[in-house]
């Protein structure tokens, strides 16, 4: 069993080829010892004024297991240990027959991960997703909206093959731990993605690279006896005697709706098919609330964040576009502290409406980082619970504030903006406006587009991460809103053991939009779950 050299630290001008003789003193042998060693995980250590990389690196001894035995016997640090298997244990298949083909509605992260996994072991799904196919949702995207203005509700940057996760920023660190998670980046690498993401601590992928391996991802699960229908959406629910019995579909392609007989349907429809969730709930599918996020995005010069982080060391060839993480504590109240959410460096601001009429603020960067502009969300959480909303009024609560920012800017797509400075003193921004929202920005009264909460939050961090980090609060950071994407206000209650809607029989949420996830690998982690569990339950088709 190799083992795991854990907390190596090299300066920035130093190769990674000095990792075995640092790794071999930290043993206590000799460097020609060691036969093979590999980077396990890869960081960037700023807190001390002094950056440099930490590395965990896998290690192999010359004479094989005897050796390493040896070797083990005589150290007594925990920053040296035997690297355990990171495999998850085989699937079990369960004996129940199989209605039908098992169908996977969404082909976000959720969806895509669970019918990939389904068709890795022969039990053929059906994929239907809303949108379209990457290439021509590119075109609708990149021409129709954003240069002609004409936003199509069934393919867009939510909605489409790849899901909201297309078009984000790649980010692939999750605090969940779960041993699924190696898999998704192993799956991820196998389909395109660069290597460095099975190492790096905090991995990226981007939005410039995230199509191309969406697509190799379906044509591989294709491959294997999986089927993906474009421009399909799912219009009704038939439950009869609290089992799914049948859904109703509409064919975007052909213009007409069908019945279709299902079996067990991981619903996987992404945090903003509210149409969806609305029309769930007519049919007596249990949903709930739970409390989610909303805030603004802000918007720096990368320069500038590079300075924070990085001191006399920014700009380094090595380092790259520098990210931060920030909870304003000084800024809680009875809804918790304000914090940052999906940082991107290097990165644009991105709309993510699912509707006409509609302004909300995403953030994404390409793979190189290479924007001169940082953004992030700046958010707090509320409990619609806490403000006696249901679940269908939070949605409700939700998309009003995007359609007050929609007409705070004349309709026309651009996102309202105000200067940070000006914001704190209660005044209009005036000048040239550059911001990297792709449809452009106007200057406006950011209060308008927002909870009371959310602005009495940003009054009283801003001033304390000005100190802390200067210009932060200044004349060239930029406050877009809102952001109301973050995560979903409701959640659908499932069993913990079957993973079925509570009162669905054979329906079995997943991902973010069933509230059950936050980012691409905590949704393609719940997505194989359900997979996995279906299989367990039913008898592999022959």
Known sequence: MPIIVRNLTLPLDESEEALPSIAAKRMRIEPKNIRHWAVVKRAI????????FV???????EGGG????????????????????????????????????????????????????????GYRP????????????????????????QFDPTSNLLFGEGGAGTYSDGKLYTRRNDKLCTTVLEKLFQFGADPDILVNTRPHIGSDKLPTICTQLRKGMESLGGEIRFEQQVTDFIVNDKALASIDVQDGQANASKKMRVGPVILAIGHSARDTIIM???????????????????????AMVDQWQFGAAAGHQRLGAAEYHLVAKEAASEHGDMFSFCMCPGGI?????????LIATNGASRAQRSSLFANAGLVITLDPAKMGLGPLEALAYQRSWEEKAFKLTGSSYRVPVQRA??????????????????????WADIRATLPTAVSEALEKALPNLEKKMPG????????????????????????SQTREAIETAGLYPVGEGAGYAGGIISAAVDGIRSADQIMARYAKPR
């Open 421 to 442: 400075a000006d914001f704190l003193d209660r005044r209009d921004s005036q000048g040239d406006l550059e911001t990297t929202f792709p449809l452009g920005g106007a």
């Open 126 to 149: 059906i994929v239907l997703e809303r949108g379209r196919e990457v290439r021509r949702r590119h075109s609708d995207v990149m021409v129709s909206y954003y240069k002609d203005r």
């Open 66 to 121: 005897d050796a390493e035995r040896k070797c083990m016997r005589k150290l007594r640090k925990q920053d040296v240990a035997w690297l355990e298997s990171a495999k998850s244990p085989p699937i079990v298949y369960g004996n129940e027959s199989l209605p039908e083909r098992p169908v996977v509605i969404g082909f976000g992260p959720a969806g895509m991960f669970a019918a990939l996994r389904l068709a890795e072991h």
């Open 349 to 357: 601001i991105l709309p993510s409406n699912e509707a006409p009429g």
């Open 280 to 302: 769930l709930s007519t049919r007596g599918v249990k949903i709930e609330t739970k409390p989610f996020q909303i805030g603004v995005r802000i918007e720096h010069p990368q």
């Open 55 to 61: 590395y965990q690196i896998e290690v192999a001894l």
């Open 472 to 495: 932060f609060a200044g004349s060239d950071s930029l406050i877009t809103a809102p952001e109301t994407r973050a995560s979903t206000p409701i959640r659908i209650p499932r069993d």
């Open 45 to 52: 250590d700023a807190r001390r004024g002094q950056v440099e």
